[in-house]
């Protein structure tokens, strides 16, 4: 498993800015529960903060797995080189769903 390969198809500016914008909105969530904590807030409203965190980073996640399989797996798949690519992919997989 090679952690520094480059995508078979580039994302375009559109999909790396889309994937940019959700993680800095993400980023300005986890600031927002630092602010809260300082704050002394009560700890359910933080907690429903970091739950709300924790479904964007893995929509996201989702977002670029699918993307991974339709394009670098499809790939892989297509030119014998798939199972090695699927062996990767359900590793992540299994880390996705801890």
């Known amino acids: ?18 994937v ?3 993680l800095k909105r993400i980023e ?9 904590v300082e704050d002394d807030r ?6 429903v903060q970091i739950s709300a965190i924790n479904s964007a980073l893995k929509n996201t996640g989702f977002q670029l797995l699918e993307r ?3 394009h670098c797996v499809s790939h892989a798949i297509t030119t014998g080189n798939g199972e090695e690519s ?4 359900m590793k992540v997989m299994q880390q996705f769903s801890k």
């Open 68 to 70: 991974h399989m339709n």
């Open 86 to 89: 699927i062996d990767e992919l």
């Open 1 to 18: 498993m090679n952690n520094q390969m480059k995508p078979i198809k580039p994302r375009s500016e559109s999909e790396q800015q889309k």
């Open 28 to 36: 300005g969530q986890v600031r927002g529960i630092q602010k809260m």
């Open 20 to 22: 940019i914008n959700r």
């Open 42 to 47: 009560y700890c359910i409203d933080i907690l």
